[in-house]
Nanobody
Framework: QVQLVESGGGLVQPGGSLRLSCAAS????????MAWYRQAPGKQRELVAA???????NYADAVKGRFTISRDNAKNTMHLQMNSLKPEDTAVYYC??????????WGPGTQVTVSS
């Protein structure tokens, strides 16, 4: 099993920045892709950004050019740099890993609130 824990959420003004982190532990070698999802109140969980083991990335249209996903394999961490934040980015952000031979893993989530 892979365990994931997010950190770095908080309250930020529109136009501001936040950097989310996801620490992975357990069967790290089984991970073949990681991603950030978010869920706003009353809405379905949606993919924000994903990164494969080769470093290939993809982003939701709503965050392209503002968010950057990255991985630090030496530290078993993943990050999401969020710039030019908008009120509509307010959500609980979840870390996800896709794992060989077992089910996907999810972190408990971290709240991001963009408000003046």
């Amino acid at each position: 099993q892979v365990q994931l824990v997010e950190s770095g959420g908080g309250l930020v003004q529109p136009g501001g920045s936040l950097r989310l982190s996801c620490a992975a532990s357990g069967r790290i070698s089984s991970i073949y892709a990681m991603a950030w999802y978010r869920q706003a109140p009353g809405k379905q969980r949606e993919l924000v950004a994903a990164i494969g083991n080769s470093g290939n990335t993809n982003y939701a249209d709503a965050v392209k050019g503002r968010f950057t996903i990255s991985r630090d394999n030496a530290k078993n961490t993943m990050h999401l740099q969020m710039n030019s934040l908008k009120p509509e980015d307010t959500a609980v952000y979840y870390c996800n890993s896709q794992n060989r031979g077992t089910s996907a893993s999810w972190g408990p989530g971290t709240q991001v609130t963009v408000s003046s």
